[in-house]
């Protein structure tokens, strides 16, 4: 007999039992692995429904209290231009208040000077000058007699909307008895009307609710955006071809890499602090200016781009860069000519998201200025001008009650606009994306 003999007649061998998988230990554990399926899928369903619930709220709560702000009560006057005393060759200087006043009260019939005090608080101060500037636009209105739609004062329009609670005291709210009773009569008339307001969108920001309007605030998020996506996009795509593909791997690129990281994160009101440090106090730019709120949101984009940018060239297979080598392509026709390419749509995806964050950025926008009162949208980049979040700031500011919904209607125009990109977006990535 061997030793590997002996060794084997004294070595003991374990025999394993058979698995009985119908076992009733067998079957409480998958009970248990599945029961903890069902209650991961259900904590999940719980978290989705949470956040759904609470935008859902969100939503409501604005639709609720912005709704009102799309419609704007209206009162429509009636003059013949043949009997008013205006002086035609200077229309500009006219006595358009009086015209407005008589047209006015040629509705209403006499009334007591208290009752006319009463009666013309009733439209906006601003309503002889619209007139006066559709006549101006529309000459031919001047030959007989012509309609007009004006809006009536915030209190009036709150009064017309449900918004004033008549059975409380007068010293109590903002409308009196005599204003209700006119404005019955008005109404009775036919000369009320809430049609939508248009002017929500086409007028600039003013004292006065009922003619506030965001016309100049989209066109400064509209240059904000502009100045914003010629500095950031370039720049950002050029650092991240360079960091991807021609950088060496160092403790140089390592911290550069780092930084920018560290970047993305860093909250938005140190850019607005660095802005208002760097160009309006070292290059003396001009404050409230386009060109200095984009350029403090370009440099918070920067960072998202630049990572979104190098995430895209890092997507795309080696074998594309392998080919292009392999016919004879240098290393600069292989990045510009095939990989950035296949490349640009995640990069489009992640400029555009990236752009719809610097849309609603309101900090630093407010530490360079950009939160000034401006009644006229502007021409360009070097003219003072608001911002939709900066508008929204200061209207959410304002103390009149017209405001609120004011307030409410902007967020939803600027989520509106937010939704768009964010489905242009999607639509890039789903139209031009390649899977590999």
């Not at 049609?195 to 605030?217: C, T, Y």
């Not at 560290?262 to 850019?271: D, G, R």
């Not at 060239?313 to 594309?320: A, D, K, R, Y």
Request: proline share 6%.
């Amino acid at each position: 007999m061997s030793l590997a003999d002996g060794a084997s007649q004294h070595t003991p061998t374990t025999v394993r039992p058979p698995i009985d998988w119908k076992s009733g230990e067998m079957a409480s554990r998958r009970a248990s692995r599945y029961a903890a399926d069902r209650r991961l899928q259900v904590y999940g369903m719980i978290a989705i429904a949470f956040a759904l619930g609470f935008l859902a709220i969100l939503l409501a709560t604005l639709t609720f209290t912005g709704y009102r702000a799309f419609t704007q009560t209206m009162v429509t006057v009636d003059i013949d231009f043949s009997n008013a005393d205006l002086d035609r060759a200077n229309l500009m200087e006219a006595n358009w208040r009086n015209v407005f006043r008589q047209a006015m009260l040629d509705d209403v019939g006499e009334l007591s000077r208290a009752q006319q005090r009463d009666y013309f608080s009733m439209f906006t101060s601003s309503a002889p000058f619209l007139i006066r500037d559709q006549i101006i636009a529309n000459p031919a209105l001047l030959d007989g007699r012509a309609t007009f739609k004006v809006p009536m004062s915030d209190p009036i329009d709150q009064l017309a909307k449900g918004q004033v609670n008549t059975s409380l005291p007068p010293d109590q709210r903002r409308v009196n008895d005599n204003q209700i009773e006119l404005f019955k009569k008005l109404e009775a008339s036919g000369a009320i009307s809430q049609p939508f307001n248009w002017g929500l969108f086409l007028n600039s920001d003013s004292r006065f609710p009922e003619l506030a309007g965001l016309a100049g605030a989209i066109s400064g998020s509209f240059w904000l955006l502009l100045v914003c996506f010629l500095i950031s996009f370039p720049v950002g795509i050029a650092a991240a071809i360079y960091l991807e593909e021609f950088a060496p791997r160092n403790r140089f690129t390592d911290l550069i890499e780092i930084n920018i990281n560290n970047l993305a994160a860093v909250p938005s009101v140190v850019f607005g602090l660095l802005g208002l440090a760097v160009f309006l106090g070292w290059f003396g730019l001009p404050r409230s200016a386009p060109l200095v709120g984009g350029m403090v949101l370009a440099l918070m984009t920067l960072p998202t781009i630049i990572i979104v940018t190098r995430a895209a060239l890092t997507s795309v297979p080696s074998s594309i860069r392998e080919a292009a080598l392999g016919i004879g392509a240098s290393k600069h026709e292989m990045i510009f000519h095939h990989v950035l390419p296949l490349a640009m749509p995640s990069i489009l995806t992640g400029t555009i998201i990236g752009l719809a964050q610097a849309l609603g950025e309101t900090a630093p926008l407010l530490l360079i200025g950009m939160n000034a009162f401006i009644t006229s949208p502007p021409a360009g980049v070097l003219e003072a001008s608001t911002a939709l979040p900066t508008q929204i700031y200061i209207w959410a500011d304002s103390p009149e009650r017209g405001f609120v919904a004011r307030t409410s209607a902007a967020i939803l125009v600027l989520l509106g606009f937010l939704v768009i990109m964010n489905g242009i977006a999607i639509f890039l990535r789903q139209r031009f994306e390649r899977r590999w």
